[in-house]
């Protein structure tokens, strides 16, 4: 079965520090493993989207990490801002088009002052 | 970069009303766009798939009747709800492919809110 688990479920972190959110997959055909962030009550953004061969892709203070042979991406947030509260979501695609996209459920993160 | 818009942002409706939701690819054509529903602390849930000039592809459990879905150009989708009712209330988020570069955009959703 296609799933994608992300961890921790929720972070506290003060402003200014680092965090690193996981997410694990199992989806096969793998195409493309994208990581958004999603305001409360708005749609998500793109942070990253990394394919096969990639290994790391940056954005600013985010960088995302792909390991094809575990299955494993995390997304590490450096010098962390009160604008970082948001919910992070690892989402893979089995195809380029966007169908059959496989949503975690997002890691929420809270950056306090 | 690719923006896809999505109006209103927010609604409340009385039940038994039925209420649009408009996604529109603002600089860029979208044969391809997708309805997803989220509920509080949730995960996406793929709705339907809405494919310009054709009818749109439902997944399982969602009412075709219900969730009424219109892409009658290459830049406007939009989602009817039909005789709502309270457990219609969510979050509901469209989102079109940009294509170059496995581009996916979402739009910036509607509460709908169901009284």
């Known amino acids: 079965k296609n799933q994608v688990e992300q961890s921790p479920q929720s972070l506290i972190i003060l402003e200014g520090k680092n965090c690193t959110l996981q997410?694990?997959?199992?989806?096969?055909?793998?195409?493309?493993l994208r990581w958004y962030k999603q305001d409360t009550g708005r749609g998500p953004v793109s942070l990253t989207i990394?394919?096969?061969?990639?290994n790391t892709k940056s954005n600013g203070r985010y960088t995302a990490t792909l390991d094809a042979d575990t299955k494993q991406s995390s997304l590490h947030i450096t010098a962390s801002q009160l604008s970082d509260s948001a919910s992070y979501i690892c989402?893979?695609?089995?195809?380029?088009?966007?169908?059959?996209?496989?949503f975690g459920k997002g890691t929420t993160l809270s950056v306090s002052s | 970069g690719a923006v896809v818009s999505q109006h209103p942002s927010w609604v409340i409706c009385k039940s038994g009303t039925s209420v649009k939701i408009e996604c529109r690819s603002l600089?860029?054509?979208?044969?391809?766009m997708f309805w997803y529903r989220q509920f509080p602390k949730q995960s996406l849930m793929l709705m339907a798939t809405?494919?310009?000039?054709?009818?749109?592809?439902?997944e399982q459990g969602v009412e075709k009747d219900k969730f009424l879905i219109n892409h009658a150009s290459l830049t406007l989708s939009t989602l009817t709800v039909t005789s709502a009712h309270p457990e219609d209330s969510s979050f509901y988020i469209c989102?079109?492919?940009?294509?170059?570069?496995?581009?996916?955009?979402f739009g910036s959703g509607t509460r709908l809110t169901v009284v």
């Open positions: 997410c694990n997959y199992t989806v096969s055909p793998f195409s493309n």
């Open positions: 990394m394919t096969f061969s990639e």
């Open positions: 989402v893979v695609s089995a195809s380029q088009a966007g169908t059959a996209l496989i």
């Open positions: 809405s494919n310009e000039g054709s009818k749109a592809t439902y």
């Open positions: 600089d860029f054509q979208a044969t391809t």
């Open positions: 989102s079109a492919v940009t294509g170059g570069d496995y581009g996916y955009t």
